[in-house]
């Protein structure tokens, strides 16, 4: 079987993007991140996702990306929340931490190298997001390339790295569908970014915004439990 | 003042790129790292360069490559030794760490956003070097263009940034005259891979090795203290 690195928060893009790998038959190698966020409790729902998925393993990098700061999301700047639909994804968003996706991509890349695989999944995607830079297909086709020059592979002509983004045209409704179609159960996923509430979603954040619209353009019961009220 | 950030490892090529970077009139903010490297005693002479050198900040981000392993550095396979000037920079060698400088130079692409900085210095070279793959031209110049397109800055058109390798068409030799040119001391820097004899440096690894050869063809006296009979 061939290996696949899956870049895993927790949320729903990353579970249907590793549930897209394990269809297309990888064997997963999930890679979570602690770095700083305010939102660490989605951790918890990456390893529940991880098992039920039946990954080979799961790697917990810790990186104090909240020594950086820079967003709301690792540092004091307050999230921002009830942001209408033509808010959100029009400039980039206070959420947005610099540089993340490079940092995680580039330590699923040093992974993948010893485990010799040639695959990273990442559910980034471009219709119902945040607007965040290191999202976006031209940023992805760069990395990739700068990946196949970067490593041993690239150099010995052994192997050639693929980043897979199989969401990235995709609508939220689009992904919690063909997540659903998977199998994927989304009551074990977690999206809020702000973790003032418990187990509950604040249904006000960007994260849960988007989330709430994918659910009702889908036309599927969301199972998230949001504080009362914010609905 | 313009603000840059600079890859400090502690050794001889780091110390000199932030003596060049320090020349050019920029404020330093010194990233290093301490990723389970066996070595991890470079920290120490990362933290007396940076000093000397009178940077603004040194951070020192933690991140345990080791837990991803593959490289003679971070994990239990050997350091090669005595291996001659032919051997070294042909092939990738044992040492060589999975997307280390990919990791460093994302992390420090988040520092730079934060900073607003646009530069960041890398002390790379490809003449007298180990032969890995994430030192080369090629390889800079696609992180570059990837790191224009990861950030807030590239979005938005407010930067540009820039990854500066002035030593990287530099034999080792020049890059030791170009540093004392600039006042360098040498004697507090660090390069050896091999931490088994305390504040000595082995004399056989190919760090010491290119490092020995460097002082040589420079006709400078070396100051470091090698383990005795090794040289």
């Known amino acids: 079987m061939k290996r696949a690195v899956v ?18 038959g990888f064997d997963l190698y999930a890679l979570s991140f602690r770095y700083g966020q305010r939102h660490a409790v989605e951790l918890e729902a990456a390893k529940t996702v991880a098992a039920l998925l039946g990954v080979k393993e799961h790697l917990v990098m810790d990186i104090r990306l909240d020594r950086i700061g820079g967003s709301a999301l690792t540092s004091e700047i307050v999230v921002p929340k009830d942001r209408n639909e033509h808010e ?17 991509l580039s330590v699923a890349l040093a992974w993948a190298e010893v485990l010799q ?6 559910g980034v995607n471009i219709l119902d997001y945040s607007g965040y830079p290191d999202c976006r297909t031209e940023y992805i086709d760069a990395f990739e ?6 490593t041993r592979a690239g150099v010995e002509g052994r192997a050639r790295i693929e980043i897979h983004t199989p969401l990235i045209a995709m609508t939220k409704a689009e992904i919690i569908k063909k997540g659903l179609d998977l199998g994927v159960d989304y009551s074990i996923t977690h999206s809020c ?10 249904g006000r954040c960007d994260s849960c915004l988007l989330r709430i619209k994918g659910f009702r353009d889908a036309g599927v019961q969301d199972p998230t439990r949001y504080v009362s009220g914010s609905l």
Do not use: H, Q, W
């Open 145 to 150: 390339r700068m990946a196949n020059l970067a």
């Open 88 to 104: 959100i994804g029009r400039g980039i968003p206070a959420t947005y931490v610099p540089a993340r996706n490079t940092i995680f």
């Open 117 to 122: 695989a040639e695959d990273i999944f990442i």
């Open 193 to 202: 970014y702000d973790p003032s509430y418990g187990g509950l979603a604040c």
């Open 7 to 24: 870049l895993l928060s927790g949320g729903i893009d990353s579970t249907t993007a590793m549930a897209v790998a394990k269809a297309e």
